[in-house]
């Protein structure tokens, strides 16, 4: 009987342990949010993800299941933050002959953004950092946090833009695959097919049975024209996502969470 209470006891202080813990908003009680936010956790992650079609490896919920372990993960990292629930919709459009696809337009964006940050605000956060897991939506992100911010600053509360949780993070990794002989690939390609193996490989995330087939149409490097003569398989591939690994995976979410901590610490000395 002893045995049985201790057990009791101990599951109760774990259980305890890790609600005191949590970093995602999702999944706290409001008792529990406001003891964090009064405990110091006054930062808050807003993190877009995206609804897309992914190649016909990957789920196309791929942003936002990436977006939402990268948020987490860079709240724990940052000791003082809370991950808001991810966005699922990204600047993008529907297209019927690649079905998945559900977008807002650039107005719509920005202005789902601003009124998650100003509630945000209105729950208590003092700091708010604006991120986003897919390219559409990145120019209205870095808009909505300088409005705020000039709106919000001189009352102690700052709004800012984390850009290179995608940008730099995606320009580095692409520049390392080239270095190390990798083919180049976007979207669907390498960087987002691994990083899908390794935070998802065994939840459903990944085709794995599809990977070796992964071939789609030729990339195109930013600011590039496509080449009117290069046959289009048009799969919602762009390059060769065949060599996509678990290792590879890690290296991009690694890669993504420690620069979007370092620029949040630089942004927020």
Same mark, same amino acid.
């Given at each position: ?38 405990? %110091? ?7 877009? %993800? ?43 459009? %529907? ?10 337009? %650039?107005?719509?964006? =920005? ?100 990977? =070796? ?57």
């Amino acid at each position: 009987m002893r045995v049985a209470i201790l057990s009791v006891c101990l599951l109760s202080v774990c259980g305890w342990a890790q609600t005191k813990n949590s970093v995602d908003l999702e999944m706290m009680t409001w008792p529990e949010l406001k003891a964090a936010i009064q405990g %110091g956790k006054t930062t808050a992650l807003v993190y877009n %993800g995206g609804t897309e079609t992914r190649g016909p490896q990957n789920v196309n919920g791929g942003h936002t299941l990436m977006a939402h372990a990268t948020v987490i993960s860079i709240a724990e990292k940052l000791g003082n933050a809370i991950a808001a629930p991810v966005m699922p919709f990204s600047v993008n459009n %529907g297209n019927a002959n690649l079905p998945g696809t559900i977008g807002l337009t %650039g107005p719509a964006f =920005a202005l789902v953004n601003e009124q998650v940050s100003e509630q945000l605000i209105k729950n208590g956060f003092k700091t708010v950092i604006l991120m986003g897991d897919h390219g559409g939506g990145q120019k209205e992100l870095g808009e909505v946090a300088k409005k705020l911010d000039e709106k919000y600053s001189g009352k102690g509360i700052r709004v800012v833009f984390c850009d290179e949780v995608y940008q730099k993070a995606n320009g580095d990794f692409d520049k390392w695959l080239e270095a190390n002989h990798y083919p180049i690939s976007s979207h669907a390609g390498i960087p987002d097919t691994s990083e899908m193996l390794y935070l998802g490989g065994d939840k459903g995330w990944v085709r794995k049975d599809l990977i =070796a087939t992964a071939l789609g149409d030729p990339p195109r490097k930013p600011g590039e024209t496509r080449d009117p003569n290069a046959k289009r398989i048009n799969n919602g591939i762009q390059g060769d996502a065949r060599p996509s690994t678990v290792e590879l995976g890690k290296r991009i979410f690694d890669m993504r969470v420690a620069y979007a901590v370092d620029q949040i610490h630089r942004l927020l000395p």
